[in-house]
Structure formats: structure tokens, C-alpha cells
């Protein structure tokens, strides 16, 4: 199994541009989280979805949108970029609450927002 | 904001246990404690997760006070490959994970 895997890596947008981070699980998980993590900082949850077609805001929700089309799936997208979106990106996913709940986490992307 | 307290950071010798304390005066019953690691700029890894009791794994120990204010997560064989961040985070409702500072464990040969 591949896990949690996340698309791209690393991307550099310019201020204004948009982009849509992909985050893919083979876990058949029900839940799935995407997170911010700035430097020297612990993570901020920003949506999570708890199934198929269903999103939910977490702590810092303002200038990002997600979408759970699959279950395997959550996207989470910048429709506007901005400098104070630069951080690591974490996608994680889980079973369902309140069964054992382990989050899975995935590498991370690194966007930098100029 | 996290409900949990975390010396900043701490120091362990090569192959001696390493005992990372928390304090989480705030838990309620039903909220379970779960710890995970972060290793330099990789994803998080779930370390262990304990409600009452102590717990062990093949990873670490939890040991719970029994006014459930406090724990430490004790690894017992601390390696190199242990220097990371590690978080102790309050099991909310719904699973969502709330990330504090957390502590710095370096280990040093």
C-alpha cells in the first residue's frame, strides 16, 4: 500500500494564481484532513471531510476550498494565492471516529507563495 | 489553542530512555491522550494513544497519572533516529487533532 501520497511536492505560485493540491489514500479511510504547518510551528487543521462528497472548515479554513469527490480523494485548492499562504501542507487520513483513529499522515507539499 | 503543555525542548543520551513529560490538566473523561512524532520536515507519525492505563508498544510507553493530568511517553532505547518533535495532543470530538509547539527531543551520542 502507497498510504497517504500528495501532489506536488513542492510548487511556487506568483500572488493571485491559483492551484489545486491533490491528496490520494489506499486506506479506505472515511476521514481525511488537510493541515498548514509553518516553520516552528505545530500544525493547524484547515478542512476535513468525515466521507464521500462531505467537507467540513477546521481552524484556519479562510482562502482555501476542498472537495471530496472519491473517497479516496481530497483536494484542497488556492483559488487566490497570497505571501501568507507560503507553509507545508500535510493531508492525512484516518477510519472513522470514534473507532481506533490513528491519522495517517502524508509527506507534505512545500508551497511558497511570492 | 492546544490544551496540552510541553517543555520546549530536551536532551537524551544515545541508548538511555528518554522521557517526555505533558500535562493536559484540562482532559476530560472521555478524552483519550495520543502522542505522535514528527522527524525533521517529514509527515507526522502516530506514536501511541492511552485513556486510563499505561500502555506499550513495539514504539514507546505511555504512562497515564490516575488523575489523568499528566503523562510521559518514554522511549526506552532512545536511537539517533528518534531526534524529532513529538507532540501530545487531547483527543477532541469529531478526531480532530489539535498540534501544540510540542518538544524538541534531541539525542545526542
Known amino acids: 500500500n502507497a498510504g497517504v501520497t500528495q501532489t506536488p511536492k513542492f510548487r511556487v505560485l506568483k500572488t493571485g494564481q491559483s492551484m489545486t493540491l491533490l491528496c490520494a489514500q489506499d486506506?479506505?479511510?472515511?476521514?481525511m484532513y488537510w493541515y498548514r504547518q509553518d516553520p516552528g510551528m505545530g500544525l493547524r487543521l484547515i478542512h476535513y471531510?468525515?466521507?464521500?462528497?462531505?467537507?467540513a472548515k477546521g481552524e484556519v479554513p479562510d482562502g482555501y476550498n476542498v472537495s471530496r469527490l472519491k473517497k479516496q480523494n481530497f483536494l484542497l485548492g488556492l483559488e487566490s494565492a497570497a505571501p501568507s499562504q507560503t507553509s507545508v501542507y500535510f493531508c492525512?487520513?484516518?477510519?472513522?471516529?470514534?473507532?481506533?483513529?490513528?491519522?495517517?499522515f502524508g509527506p507534505g507539499t512545500r508551497l511558497t507563495v511570492l | 489553542d492546544a490544551k496540552t503543555t510541553q517543555p520546549t525542548s530536551m536532551d537524551c543520551a544515545e541508548g538511555r530512555a528518554a522521557n517526555l513529560p505533558c500535562n493536559h490538566s484540562?482532559?476530560?473523561?472521555?478524552?483519550?491522550v495520543y502522542w505522535y512524532r514528527q522527524i525533521h520536515s517529514q509527515g507526522p507519525q502516530y506514536i501511541i494513544h492511552g485513556l486510563k492505563n499505561n500502555e506499550t508498544n513495539e514504539m514507546a510507553s505511555l504512562i497515564i497519572t490516575e488523575d489523568r493530568k499528566s503523562s510521559t511517553l518514554i522511549l526506552p532505547h532512545a536511537t539517533l533516529r528518534d531526534t524529532a518533535v513529538y507532540y501530545c495532543i487531547e483527543h477532541n470530538a469529531g478526531n480532530m487533532l489539535t498540534f501544540g509547539g510540542g518538544t524538541r527531543l534531541m539525542v545526542k551520542p
Open positions: 484540562t482532559i476530560s473523561g472521555n478524552e483519550y
Open positions: 471531510s468525515v466521507g464521500e462528497g462531505t467537507t
Open positions: 486506506m479506505n479511510h472515511e476521514y
Open positions: 492525512a487520513s484516518s477510519y472513522r471516529y470514534p473507532s481506533y483513529n490513528e491519522q495517517f
